[in-house]
């Protein structure tokens, strides 16, 4: 819509002041200060050919559209090098009734991914493992960017990579013949999986034998031997079921898994390709490919026995992601951890002459830092696990909901959405590049800039609509002429050119950030205006914005992956 607003100003404008429309409308921008107006013109690009100093220039132009105002412009200000504009409210109204209003159904959406495809990895865990809160990170910023993806018009895959393949799984299969026996796989399989693990890595400390044995098992594994495929499988189904229940706990949906041992068969033809390449090179018994930076290590392929890697893995499946998905973009949401490994991946594509691994992108993200660790037990094997932190939420947000509104309907389900909500705003709300300090206090402050704030200001919106009787508000029926009105009216305009901001950098803070700017606005508009006390036409174009801002709302937390109870 910002787009639209822009051109539309800049075909009546651009003749007025003799400006290229063009230049106008890529060059507006919002003001810093959202007092000065609703858009502004930097006129500093026009000092030389008009040979004055751009505070004169604005003034100049400015005085010229004074004479001839648009009748849908509120004001035109100078200011210092900027030409500052502000529209009617009527014309905001008007502009919300069209586009919010009239089809609610396609509210920040584009076409501009129509007909382009993009595989996004995310989540990706690795079999018998708690997903830790690395992968919560994984998780949460890769199904807001399919979110995002899908809300610019793209087919979107989102993509398992399930580790699911090396040779952990023989020392497993080893230890689960040896001492599988001593542990409750009935009732609670997946905990005794993650012990034989544990268990193994430890003992392996004193006994290097068992090394030799785990290398021994996968052998069997890698050759087809029925027994330990069997129990590799199994080990397999066991942790998918896992993580399914924590998927469903976040309304995580992945279109495809595809472990690593998918892609087994397609080794042998990439090490081919590469080799055909004439970029695969013999060192120390193993085979590798060589970076340009002498200082990067080189891309390891082959072990000297033989074995493949991580990234021949990663090499056949970014292959395979491209010649038979058919993608045009191909997405990792992985830790910082792994730019190395990435790094390397991409430039081997680069030198197999594929011109699409400039489509591959490595979405890295920080840490988190927990400020208080003391609140947060990690299980064994020293790591903090993904679930206790949403489980941990969402008991915290039980207590508050007991103390503060015990008589609420469907406590269980409130207190699940509100904080599964919170532990995901917390993380979208930071630029994904960036640590995370997680502090409690913060992800639960139901009046700071957090998921419950976001949530209960929806709750608001939705409330008063109840009380209002009426469930559907489709046109104005009074001019909101006030400050806080026309801003929040601007503001919601603005979403889908947020974004797009947001998917072109593959970054969901920006609309997490813009949804608590959106929130604060619509309380500083709630606390000057009355609403249901108003007169009735104002009464009822006061509602119209409510409605409006709530179905932004939802549409933003939907993108977020945030569910929007109906009371808290
Ligand atoms: N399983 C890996 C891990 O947990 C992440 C996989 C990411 N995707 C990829 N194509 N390498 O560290």
Redesign the pocket.
């Known amino acids: 819509m910002l787009t639209e607003i822009k051109i539309n100003l800049a075909k009546v404008v651009a003749p007025l002041i003799s400006v290229e429309e063009s230049v106008l409308v890529s060059s507006m921008e919002s003001p810093k200060n959202s007092e000065h107006g609703h858009l502004s013109f930097p006129v500093f690009s026009l000092a030389k050919s008009l040979k004055k100093a751009p505070p004169l220039i604005a003034k100049e132009l400015a005085e010229k559209l004074q004479g001839q105002l648009p009748e849908f412009l509120q004001s035109v200000e100078p200011l210092s090098g900027f030409l500052n504009f502000r529209f009617k409210s009527s014309y905001l109204m008007s502009a919300i009734e069209k586009s919010i209003l009239a089809h609610p159904e396609a509210i920040g959406s584009s076409k501009e991914g129509l007909g382009k495809k993009v595989v996004i990895?995310f989540s990706?865990?690795?079999v018998a493992k708690p997903m830790?809160i690395?992968?919560l990170r994984?998780t949460v910023i890769g199904q807001a960017i399919c979110n995002l993806a899908k809300s610019r018009g793209y087919e979107v895959v989102g993509l398992n990579?399930?580790?699911d393949w090396g040779t952990q799984f023989g020392k497993l299969a080893w230890a689960y013949k040896a001492w599988g026996s001593e542990y409750d796989f009935k009732g609670k399989a997946f905990e005794s999986l993650y012990a034989l693990y544990v268990r193994f890595h430890d003992e392996a400390e004193n006994n290097k034998e068992l090394d030799d044995l785990g290398a021994a098992e996968f052998r069997k594994l890698e050759a087809g031997d029925e027994e330990v495929i069997h129990l590799w499988k199994w080990f397999v189904e066991i942790s998918l079921k896992e993580y399914q229940r924590l998927w469903d706990l976040l309304g995580v949906k992945h279109e495809l898994v595809l472990g690593?041992s998918f892609y087994n068969s397609h080794l042998k033809p990439t090490e081919e390709r590469l080799r055909s390449a004439g970029i695969l090179k013999e060192s120390d018994g193993a085979m590798v490919v060589e970076m340009d930076d002498p200082k990067m290590p080189p891309c390891l392929i082959t072990k000297s026995d033989g074995a493949s890697l991580?990234a021949t893995?990663?090499l056949a499946?970014a292959i395979y992601r491209v010649e038979d998905l058919k993608a045009d973009i191909n997405l990792?949401?992985?830790?910082v951890d792994?730019t190395l490994?990435?790094r390397q991946v991409f430039e081997v594509l680069k030198k197999m002459d594929f011109d699409w691994w400039e489509n591959c992108h490595h979405i890295s993200f920080g840490m988190y830092r927990f400020k208080d660790m003391g609140r947060m037990s990690s299980r064994k094997g020293n790591i903090i696990v993904f679930e206790d932190v949403v489980s941990k939420a969402i008991e915290m947000v039980h207590s508050i909901i007991e103390e503060k509104n015990p008589n609420l309907k469907n406590k269980d389900s409130v207190a699940t959405q509100v904080g599964v909500g919170a532990i995901i705003f917390n993380d979208l709300v930071n630029d994904r590049v960036k640590n995370v300090d997680f502090d409690w206090d913060r992800v639960l402050d139901f009046e700071g800039n957090s998921g419950p704030y976001v949530q209960y200001c929806n709750v608001r919106c939705k409330s008063l609509i109840r009380k209002s009787g009426e469930s559907v508000f489709k046109t104005f029926s009074a001019p909101l002429d006030s400050f806080e009105e026309s801003q929040l009216m601007w503001s919601l305009l603005g979403f889908e050119a947020v974004l797009a901001q947001a998917y072109k950098y593959f970054k969901p803070h920006f609309v997490a950030v813009w949804l608590l700017d959106i929130c604060r606005q619509f309380s500083s508009f709630y606390a000057k205006h009355p609403i249901l006390n108003a007169d009735e036409d104002l009464k009822r174009s006061r509602l119209t914005l409510v409605q409006s801002t709530g179905l932004v709302i939802e549409k933003a937390l939907e993108i977020l992956n945030i569910q929007a109870p109906e009371e808290m």
Do not use: C, K, M, T
């Not at 990792?332 to 830790?335: D, E, L, P, R, T």
């Open positions: 990895d990706s865990p690795n830790s690395g992968h994984a990579h399930l580790g690593e991580y893995r990663d499946s990792y949401v992985v830790g792994q490994h990435f």
